[in-house]
């Protein structure tokens, strides 16, 4: 049951008894990056958040004109398209988007239609290569710069002159070996919108030198901020995973971090349990606890060393175990760390107000002298499918993330039936959901 706050603490100031994240991480002998201590939380307010804003086809439609058309967001990673004519197709909602290596090794990204009567270039799902991009239609054609090369009978056409059509451009934007784009051709320079993550992330094992172990893509049963949302924090850990992450996972304890408009992060320990509750912890637990985080540590740097044959002897406690775990809106999770190398993308499917897509990769740290090679194909997973089927999965994690998905569909009915009429959220465990509602808002207004 609730123990009353403290007096004199004002909203969002209470915190779980014992041990904190930052008091864990301070006592591992090998110390994180500084990023890690880079703490950032303020209270940003405490109202329901409304259902509408995950059922209503109005509200969906906004998303996708003010917020999916304006928003920096990653397509692919540059080993989908490391040669000239490389190609690939990256949808959210009804958006389609086609993107490129040129032949002076550019990348280029095109809205994915063709300017005769509107089919679309390259089919959803589409990763492939060729020389140009010829319309399946009719056949007029455009070179990988985007100009029209081909118009057959074109006679016929005096009205729509080669310099006129040539392929709309979407923005492009390269970083920690992910190509973004942006359908704003106005919008902010991406390191800008990037806020912290440049310099936080060059602080850990670099994302470009990472490969591509596993990557999936399930349909998810709800809105797609909610599916975003059940990643976003720790607190649902003690009820949703209790078999499988609570006694190795510090939940309620995790800190959680905001920084600008589109960043924010928590970190949850592992190999330390939730601190004892409502019993403060002894010394003795604290140095039992701690022992046990060091002893796991160092087996995950010999187990995954040999595994993926990388040296990891001189990464922390914190970097081998703990999930920290960094979102970028409106979509975007990365995690820096060893042992839990996760992306997670969750994006809106078509126009179903209902079901979003999941996309989740694993990324492995490269060798000096490796290179990339080539990703493996991407998993498709219908929403019934299980994660535990795909190649190389974790199959922990695939446990934990079946235990997620079984509350999507839950709160996708439950929104739609609850006389209630918002969600009420926790003042600092559940306050990167109410940072993104605020962000959105921010892009909803214009
Ligand atoms: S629709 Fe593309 S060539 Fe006709
Ligand atoms: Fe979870």
Known sequence: MNVENPKGLKPGEARTPGQSTREVIERDPIQPPAAVYDTSYKFIGDADISY???????????EMEKMWAKVWQWACREEHIPNSGDQYVYEVGTYSILICRTEASEVKAYFNSCLHRGTQLRPTDFEGTGENFRCPYHGWTWSLDGELIDQPCDWDFPHAKPEDFSLPEVQVGLWGGFVFINMDPDCQPLEEYLEVLPDHFSQFFPLERRYIEVHLRRTLPCNWKAAAEAFIEA???RETHRDGMWDSNAATNAEYDLYGDHVNRFIHTRGYPTPTWPEPETDQDIADAMAARIAEAEKLRLELGEKYNFDMSSYSECEMLDSIEYFCFPNMFLFPGLSLPMIYRFRPNGDDVDSCWFDLMFLRPLNEDEEHPEPPECVHLDVDQVYATVPNMDQMLATIYEQDTSNMEAQQKGFKASKKRGQTLA??????????????DKYLEG
């Open 427 to 440: 003042n600092f465990q559940e306050v990167r959901v109410r940072q993104l509602h605020k962000t959105l």
């Open 235 to 237: 607190y649902h850990v």
């Open 52 to 62: 509408d804003r995950y059922i209503d086809r109005d509200f969906y439609d906004q």
